[in-house]
């Protein structure tokens, strides 16, 4: 059993930087693929990093390649999603989820955390 708990969402400015941590409870956090989507509103819930459990392998969405960076600290059983250049379409609920499967589906994912909400203005 993983516990997933997000923060560092906010209001920023188009152009600006967030920083999201997820909190991880478990002692197997480094067997898992950590990933983060995001859900805007009446939008499916989409992939946008994720990053092997070494912390060697990391994977990106078009969409935020050059603009976003994953990272852990498996010491310490959490993940980060760096968020630079921010634009209003990134405006959405950011999730962190647990995976022994794959990476870029949700249905690859067993744990969720509650998710936390960031907002983009123009």
């Known amino acids: 059993q993983v516990r997933l708990v997000e923060s560092g969402g906010g209001l920023v400015q188009a152009g600006g930087s967030l920083r999201l941590s997820c909190a991880a409870s478990g002692r197997t956090f480094s067997s898992y693929t950590m990933g983060w989507f995001r859900q805007a509103p009446g939008k499916d819930r989409r992939f946008v990093a994720a990053i092997s459990g070494s912390g060697r392998s990391t994977y990106y969405a078009d969409s935020v390649k050059d603009r976003f960076t994953i990272s852990r600290d498996n010491a310490k059983n959490t993940v980060l999603l760096q968020m630079n250049s921010l634009k209003p379409e990134d405006t959405a609920v950011y999730f962190c989820?647990?995976?022994?499967?794959?990476?870029?589906?949700?249905?690859?994912?067993?744990?969720w955390g509650q998710g936390t909400q960031v907002t983009v203005s123009s």
């Open positions: 989820a647990a995976s022994n499967k794959g990476y870029s589906r949700t249905l690859d994912y067993d744990y």
